[in-house]
């Protein structure tokens, strides 16, 4: 009996724990969990997940992203989902989970180890393209499951733990695209069932690739670009038989290819280029019979092509910007799968395979920057699918095949600085899908075929330098896409066709070195984008067209040495010319005054009829002139006193306003808000005793008028010698004037004089936030909530600037002091004097000079000059910096060469470098923050969060940098949960 009992004693016990943990997976339980991650780490501003809830039938495996398995989630993916928040750990309590992926959301923090750690059970965890920061968290040999880790596009810093190579069920591990440091991670090399291996984009210190590398038998691929690899490639590379795809580029390998890359029998694509590579390409290349593309260009590679690698099925065959010698084998013309030939930039000699696209569906091929002679291959296009033909700078001769003009989906040819001789096919002259064609410097004949009419997608013509002839076909005017036509140094002549005016994408028009005849076009009205016209070097008659000083963005004009006649138009006066050249034409009469400079004596010589009363190099002008010259200076005399005596008398007569009238009369007055006062209440008020402000611009004034109404004025430093000056004035104009929101400064009106340029702006009580942040009053101190609105405001300003403005506006000089606070401490984006606008495409525009300032500036754009949105959201970062730290973006106490973001990046990892204590980070961010806040612990928390989004704004990779739109979206989470939090 009592072994009975204790055999039902067990029974019983087995199915209280079996019921128990069933209990703890249960349906009510994992919503909980799923609930809780939503509404505490997880913000979800567009209700992607509104189908999480706790009413809802199947719950929770009929919910967004959750995948189950007999009613228990094995599966989260909320990829693409345009949440924010923290790493949501809460997800890894449910222990059936095997599968999370958060990839491609704005998350951001830290991750610490603790945290990781929930999450041991999954199989694979999914993180990329988020703004994570600070340490890789550990993972340690408890992660028995996990097959897929991929963490890449954050900005992890720091080493890769050592944790990481105990992962010893790891397929795929993929890093790529952070700014992790350290060696390279030899410890990974014990992970024998990687499969892929990304590690790309990172910057480590120098190191070579281990020889262990080839344990990992498994690898099918090696992506390793940009991480400073030296050394050399490793024998036992060869090893990895099953690798597919073997990426090493753009590091510091050197050495020779080692002959056992022959062995990756399985290989479809190398990427060697962007190395110092040197030696012989091995014979072994005939052993990969798979291989695809291969691409060792821009390294120090000599010898020949071997025949084994040209054998080879290639898609893809790149060995640009080497030392390579010797002929293009012609066993390439054999292989069928040839679909890109890149061979630029080497020296190669000899001839281009005859049969060379005749059994293959070439595509692209660039030999360009070699030394080839002969014909041009005639079957280049013969599986009518070629696009890109490019071949400049070499010694090609002969005619271009006929064949091309049916190459129907060609749409890019560049076959310049070569001895090319005969007529263009006339099929070549009118394939509409042809955008690009460059044919200078051969010996090129015959005319333009008037079916170039049906080449609408043409967007560049250069002809230049050849022997064509008969004349500037009306046909050419129907091609309304184009932007450049150079038709220089060649036999053309006839008169311009009137309809060339219609072409209002162009950009630059040279016909210069021709026999062109007739008169310059002049309604030039559509050529609003014209900034070069060369039209020297022909026979061009008639007054030079008055309407050239209406071209608002011309910087380059040359009409010399023509035939033209008559006086030199004023209307010049207006544009302002990096290029002008008039000389050796037929013109006459007095030069104008402004062109009556020493500056100018060699635009203007050879024109007999020229005559100047201070230019030595002109002849005098004559005694007829010269006297009504003095009668114009006579007559002007006059007039000025008279207009003195004039002034005098109503001076005393008390009409001082009739007179302040005329005066306002010759000013330009531009009004974009309602005011109730004039300028003149401005202009007597702009005294030393009003200055509150001085930069490189100009001064600026404080003004109360008399309606009350307080203004601050910028008066602009030298506009009439300073050309930057005008521009700065511009562009505040023209960015100011056109839009508005709350968080950028109101302009109100602009005083447009012959000397001084004014702007008039809304008055802001409590300065820069760079005044208050650093030179603030004795006790005021901005308390953190102040600080939360200002870095708040600051974005829904740039954003609207960046997101919403049509172009996008790029204000280029993002700092605190352009940051101006009103009375109640709100903020506006002030200073658009270095605004850029961006085109239509949205694409970046580069500028001719770094624009910012020191300490605010994106590392990048200090070498590219490219104008991107990133570049703002890099100064906006700095911001976010000075308002967390209370300190200068180039404070002396960071030491030399350190900035803002070095040294706040510095602190953390001296506090936090591979430790697993986050009291370690808490003590870090105690060194950081401002003590003049007096922040509360909660506050702490918060402005933890802010750290976070001021470093991935400043990380520098722009592509890691977040939109300011998401970077709203990240200050609204906060506030999101400031207030979860507050009503709870």
């Known amino acids: 009996m009592a072994c009975s009992n204790l055999i039902f004693f067990l029974i019983l016990s087995l199915v209280l724990a079996f019921s128990t943990h069933a209990l703890s997976y249960s349906p009510t339980d994992t919503i909980n969990v799923l609930l809780k991650a939503k509404n505490y780490q997880l913000i979800d501003s567009e209700n992607r997940l509104h189908a999480w809830a706790n009413k809802t039938l199947y719950a929770p495996c009929d919910w967004t992203g959750i995948t189950c398995n007999a009613s228990r989630v094995i599966s989260i993916d909320l990829s693409s989902f345009n949440v924010n928040g923290s790493f949501p750990d809460e997800l890894c309590k449910i222990h059936t989970l095997q599968h999370l992926n958060l990839s491609d959301n704005n998350l951001s923090g830290t991750i610490s180890s603790h945290s990781i750690s929930l999450c041991s059970h999954l199989h694979t965890l999914n993180l990329s393209s988020n703004y994570f920061v600070g340490n890789l968290p550990d993972f340690g040999d408890h992660f028995t499951n996990l097959t897929s880790l991929d963490l890449s596009s954050n900005n992890f810093s720091g080493h890769i733990p050592e944790s990481f190579g105990f992962l010893q069920g790891l397929k795929v591990l993929c890093l790529v695209n952070n700014m992790l440091t350290g060696t390279f991670p030899e410890f990974l090399t014990n992970l024998t069932e990687l499969s892929d291996l990304e590690l790309a984009y990172n910057p480590f210190q120098p190191s070579p690739l281990p020889s262990s590398i080839g344990k990992l038998m498994m690898l099918e691929k090696i992506f390793f670009s940009s991480i400073n690899l030296n050394g050399v490639i490793p024998e036992c590379i060869g090893n990895l038989s099953a690798l597919r795809n073997l990426d090493l580029s753009y590091n510091s390998i050197s050495g020779k290819i080692p002959s056992t890359i022959g062995n990756l029998v399985s290989i479809e694509q190398i990427e060697l280029y962007h190395n110092q590579l040197s030696g012989e390409l091995p014979n072994t290349f005939s052993n990969l019979k798979s291989l695809l593309y291969f691409d060792a260009s821009e390294n120090k590679l000599v010898g020949r092509i071997p025949e084994s690698l040209a054998a080879l099925p290639l898609e893809s065959f790149a060995l640009n910007d080497n030392f390579i010698r010797g002929s293009i084998p012609q066993v390439l013309s054999l292989n069928p799968n040839l679909y890109q030939l890149k061979l630029f930039n080497n020296n190669l000699t000899g001839t281009l395979p005859l049969n060379l696209g005749r059994h293959s569906g070439l595509v692209d091929i660039d030999v360009s920057g070699n030394k080839l002679e002969g014909t041009l291959p005639p079957y280049l296009c013969y599986g009518k699918k070629l696009e890109r033909l490019v071949a400049f700078n070499n010694k090609i001769s002969g005619s271009i095949p006929e064949l091309y003009g049916e190459c129907t989906s060609l749409n890019y040819v560049r076959i310049y600085n070569n001895n090319l001789s005969g007529k263009l096919p006339v099929g070549l002259w009118n394939l509409s899908g042809l955008e690009f064609l460059e044919n200078r410097n051969n010996r090129l004949e015959g005319s333009i075929h008037p079916s170039i009419s049906n080449a609408r997608s043409l967007t560049r013509l250069l002809i230049s330098g050849n022997n064509f002839s008969g004349g500037f076909i009306p046909e050419i005017c129907n091609l309304k896409e184009l932007v450049v036509i150079d038709m220089s140094f060649n036999r053309f002549s006839g008169q311009l066709p009137l309809c060339i005016t219609i072409l209002k994408n162009l950009e630059k028009l040279d016909l210069h070195g021709n026999m062109f005849t007739g008169v310059i076009p002049s309604t030039l009205s559509s050529w609003r984008i014209l900034t070069d016209l060369n039209l020297s070097n022909n026979k061009f008659t008639g007054a030079i067209p008055s309407e050239l000083g209406d071209l608002q963005v011309l910087t380059y004009l040359d009409l010399s040495r023509n035939l033209l006649s008559g006086e030199i138009p004023v209307n010049l006066l207006k544009l302002k010319l990096g290029v002008f050249n008039i000389s050796f034409n037929a013109l006459e009469g007095v030069v104008p005054v402004g062109l009556d400079n020493e ?332 003590p003049g806040m007096g922040a509360s612990i909660h506050e702490y928390k918060e402005i933890e969060k802010v750290l976070d989004i001021a470093l991935i704004c400043t990380s520098a990779f722009p592509d890691n940098r977040p939109s300011m739109r998401n970077v709203v979206e990240l200050l609204k989470g906060l506030k999101l949960a400031r207030s979860s939090h507050a009503e709870m």
């Open 599 to 930: 500056v100018f004596v060699s635009s203007l010589i050879g024109n007999p009829g020229l005559c100047s009363p201070g230019l030595k190099l002109l002849p005098p002008c004559s005694k007829h002139k010269a006297l009504s010259f003095c009668k114009v200076m006579l007559f002007s005399v006059v007039v000025l006193v008279s207009l003195g005596l004039v002034i005098c008398l109503l001076i005393k007569t008390q009409r001082l306003l009739s007179f302040h009238e005329n005066i306002r009369r010759s000013l330009k007055i531009t009004t974009f808000q309602r005011i109730g006062f004039n300028e003149e209440d401005l202009l007597s008020e702009l005294l030393d005793e009003n200055i509150i402000g001085s930069g490189g611009s100009g001064k600026v004034y404080r003004v109360k008028l008399e309606t009350g109404l307080t203004v601050a004025v910028k008066k602009l430093f030298g506009v009439n010698e300073n050309t930057e000056m005008e521009q700065v004035f511009q562009s505040e104009v023209e960015t100011l004037g056109n839009i508005r929101h709350v968080n950028i400064v109101k302009l109100l009106l602009t005083c447009n004089g012959e000397d001084f340029r004014v702007l008039v702006y809304e008055y802001m009580a409590n300065g820069s936030l760079g005044d208050v942040l650093h030179r603030g009053k004795v006790g005021e101190v901005l308390d953190w909530p102040k600080r939360y609105e200002i870095a708040e405001g600051v974005a829904h300003g740039l954003a609207y600037l960046h997101h919403d403005c049509v172009p996008t506006i790029v204000h280029r000089d993002v700092k605190s002091n352009n940051i101006l606070l009103d009375e109640e401490y709100k903020p506006k984006l002030a200073d658009f004097g270095l605004a850029k606008t961006l085109n239509k495409k949205g694409n970046c525009e580069c500028v001719s000079r770094v624009a910012g300032s020191y300490g605010y500036i994106a590392p990048e754009y200090a070498y590219t000059l490219e104008v991107k949105e990133k570049s703002d959201v890099y100064s906006f970062g700095v911001v976010l910096l000075e308002l967390i730290t209370g300190k200068r973006p180039n404070d002396s106490s960071f030491g030399d060469n350190q900035d803002i973001v070095n040294w706040v990046r510095a602190v953390l990892s001296s506090y936090y470098q591979g430790s697993t204590d986050t009291g370690n980070y808490w003590e870090g961010l105690f060194q950081l923050v401002d």
